[in-house]
């Protein structure tokens, strides 16, 4: 169970990390977006890997349970981080359709070239 | 429990839907619902700061659940400073957006600014270090909003590039919540701080990793060396009131770092050490010397007011990296000088450029109000460049003064005494070629082929230039009441300090309270 989990997470973070070096867009989205998978794993780990064990419940009295916080704060990432991929999905849409690439850096050779061109 | 601690959260998040639902098709009402919005919140602020004058740390449960199970909000003088700083900024930068048009260039202006607020006061009021990820987020997703308002391709491509440093950013957020709630078992700050007294040798490590974590999160938010990369682009491609008002989202940075490094991390816990200072320091003087440079090369007006506000930034946290009380105050004082002296200089910066062809630094035709867009911007750069009659001057003194430990004193002294002297020298730079080299060109200019509709040439009216004024007017007040000022921050840098007391008010009245 410990090295199914850890392995996973640090899969998903070698990978993340990998893509989000990446120069295009949709690369670093994907690398984003594997870096939330790994961090919601991690969050799940974070409360003691538990299996078998019940929930919170009255009725188990003294039993020992598995953590329900861990639980909530990984619901929250999960929320939290789908809605930022689709903000920048959006925003790298946006952006492409303004530029005509999908370049993540900011060519800064135009504006060199043409200093006079307006920024605003 | 005082329940208007909360509404500088409430108020905004009730408004901003408001706004966006309901009067997503009128602009006057928007904008007159924003602004009151925004007055309301300054009043409350205002009214808060005098409450946390007693001294008293005021602690706010949610759903009255008991302090270390449910989400507290606090209130002490520290926090109470940082939301009125916020509410009276973002009245200034409101105002100013209404009357130059800005929020009719995109949509949902006032909603997003709304949100804004919501996120920067709840980050700045709460307790627990989950829900400072979750304030966190609030504001982050408003300003990528604001910050690709009225699009543009530059503004949607750095809008991509400051989403990504920031997802990355929330993601190690939630690996270093991971770790300490896994090596400490909980989230509450005050009751982060107590039981990391006593960690355990075995978990000592795991919990300098979230320290570190957390100081790079919290370092990449107050864009700080080797994470600042982000702000000059951000900023200079931001719409200038936008930009201004993202002068208070370093400082969130800045405040999280006081916050949690001093409580919960502070130098008398044996897992972390001087773990924060070692690393902060090195980093904060880079950033003095980035910005500095910056100043010195830009070759647009926003990207050298943005490296200023990143050297402000390194200025900053070379105070705050000393972690006493005396270098807090410094820093304190400092960090309410140059939230408004940034936005001072965004603020005039957009005066000028709506009215100029370009913004780039050569001189073109003088525009209209040459002599008044000038003196603004020499006050504003006076101010954020530390020379005397306003308040950077006593800031960058104070920080000085601080920092007089044999180690850090020649670097710290070294670093700021020259990033002021190179500032200076753009801004100086800058401005004469801006204005003064500007009136030595004839006025009607040959409109070239390409450079499209012809900007407005009116004359600013007192309105517009009202939003700047006042910026300056806080700065020159600043300065002015220095005394009042400074006592007040001497306060709230003892009370930050006082780490039995906050943490005695957040778990200790909860078990008393509670039935």
């Keep these: ?120 | 429990m005082n329940h208007w601690i909360i509404a500088p959260v409430i108020l905004p998040a009730l408004l901003a839907p408001l706004i966006a639902f309901v009067m997503r098709h009128d602009l006057t009402l928007a904008r007159a619902t924003s602004l009151a919005g925004a007055v309301a919140i300054a009043a409350i602020a205002v009214g808060l700061t005098l409450a946390s004058g007693s001294g008293e740390t005021q602690v706010y449960y949610l759903g009255n659940w008991p302090a270390p199970f449910g989400i507290v909000l606090v209130l002490d003088r520290l926090s109470a400073l940082m939301v009125l700083l916020t509410s009276v900024l973002a009245l200034i930068v409101l105002v100013h957006a209404v009357v130059t048009g800005w929020d009719a260039r995109g949509r949902h202006f006032h909603a997003l600014f709304q949100f804004q607020i919501m996120g920067i006061c709840g980050a700045f009021l709460t307790g627990d270090i989950f829900n400072l990820f979750v304030f966190f987020e609030v504001l982050l997703i408003a300003s990528y909003g604001l910050m690709i308002h009225g699009g543009g391709r530059e503004r949607m491509q750095a809008g991509v590039q400051y989403i990504v440093m920031n997802l990355a950013g929330s993601t190690l957020f939630l690996f270093a919540l991971g770790v300490l709630y896994a090596s400490t078992g909980t989230l509450n700050i005050a009751d982060l701080a107590l039981r990391l007294r006593e960690i355990p040798i075995e978990d000592a490590a795991l919990v300098r990793v979230a320290a570190m974590l957390l100081m790079i999160v919290f370092a990449l938010k107050a864009a700080l060396f080797p994470l600042q990369f982000w702000l000059p682009g951000t900023y200079a491609n931001a719409p200038a009131p936008v930009a201004a008002l993202f002068a208070i989202m370093t400082k969130v940075g800045a405040y999280a770092i006081i916050r949690v490094h001093t409580l919960a991390f502070g130098p008398d816990i044996g897992a972390t050490g001087p773990l924060a200072a070692t690393w902060l320091f090195p980093g904060a003087i880079v950033t003095i010397v980035i910005g500095a440079l910056g100043v010195l090369g830009a070759r647009g007006l926003l990207p050298l007011i943005a490296f200023s506000v990143l050297g402000s930034m390194g200025t900053l946290m070379v105070a705050v990296a000393s972690f006493t009380p005396e270098a807090t105050l410094a820093a304190l004082y400092y960090l309410v000088h140059s939230t408004f002296a940034g936005a001072a200089l965004f603020l005039v910066a957009d005066l000028l450029l709506s009215r100029r062809k370009d913004q780039t630094l050569i001189p073109l035709p003088a525009t209209v109000q040459n002599g008044l867009f000038a003196g603004l911007f020499f006050a504003a750069a006076i101010g954020m460049a530390g020379m005397p009659p306003l308040s950077g001057f006593l800031g960058k003194l104070l920080i000085l003064d601080a920092l007089r430990d044999p180690g850090q004193m020649p670097w710290a002294w070294g670093a700021v005494l020259a990033g002021s002297l190179v500032t200076i020298v753009g801004f100086a730079r800058a401005g004469s070629q801006l204005f003064w080299k500007s009136t030595s060109i004839p006025a009607p200019a040959p409109k070239g082929p390409d450079h499209g509709p012809v900007t407005s040439v009116r004359a600013a009216s007192a309105m517009e230039i009202a939003p700047a004024l006042t910026a300056l007017a806080v700065l020159a007040a600043l300065s002015v009441f220095a005394g009042p000022v400074s006592a007040y921050l001497t306060q709230a840098s003892d009370q930050i300090f006082d780490r039995d007391g906050y943490i005695g008010a957040v778990l200790g009245t909860a078990t008393e309270d509670q039935p």
Excluded: C
């Excluded at chain 1, 295009?24 to 890997?49: D, K, M």
């Design chain 1, 1 to 120: 169970m410990e090295i199914v989990v850890a392995s996973s997470v640090a899969v998903l973070t070698a990978g993340g990390v990998y893509l989000i070096l990446r120069l295009r867009t949709f690369p670093v989205i994907l690398g984003l977006a594997l870096l939330s998978y790994a961090v919601n794993i991690f969050l799940f780990a974070s409360g003691r890997l538990a299996t078998g064990l019940p929930p919170v419940l009255l009725k188990y009295g003294e039993a020992t349970y598995t953590d329900p916080l861990p639980q909530a704060l990984v619901l929250t990432a999960i929320v939290i981080s789908f809605g930022m991929t689709a903000v920048l999905v959006i925003v790298a849409l946006g952006a492409f359709l303004e530029s005509g690439t999908d370049r993540i850096d900011i060519a800064p050779r135009e504006d060199d070239a043409e200093p006079q061109e307006s920024h605003r």
